[in-house]
Nanobody
């Protein structure tokens, strides 16, 4: 069982920055597509940004130009740099990882980390 451990959440004022980290307990981290999702009470979990095993990224429009996902395969870690934070970014952020092969598909979630943007 692969575990993803997130860190870096917290409270920040509007316009501030936070960096989330997610470290995976697998020696096959480089084969995983990694992503960050977020969820607020009463709403479905939504994709924030994702990075493929090859480094291609995709993101939701609401974070364009503000959030950046990156990965360091030597540290088994994916990051989400969040700048110019807005109150509507307040949510629990979840790390997600997926690895697919010809005959299998494996995916895992982290436990979540709270991000609160408030003045």
């Amino acid at each position: 069982q692969v575990q993803f451990v997130e860190s870096g959440g917290g409270s920040v004022q509007p316009g501030g920055s936070l960096r989330l980290s997610c470290t995976a307990s697998t020696s096959f981290f480089n084969l995983y597509a990694m992503g960050w999702y977020r969820q607020t009470p009463g709403k479905q979990r939504e994709l924030v940004e994702i990075i493929s095993s090859g480094g291609r990224t995709n993101y939701t429009d609401s974070v364009k130009g503000r959030f950046t996902i990156s990965r360091d395969n030597t540290k088994n870690t994916v990051y989400l740099q969040m700048n110019s934070l807005k109150p509507e970014d307040t949510a629990v952020y979840y790390c997600y990882g997926k690895r697919e092969g010809r005959y299998y598909s494996l995916d895992y979630w982290g436990q979540g980390t709270q991000v609160t943007v408030s003045s």
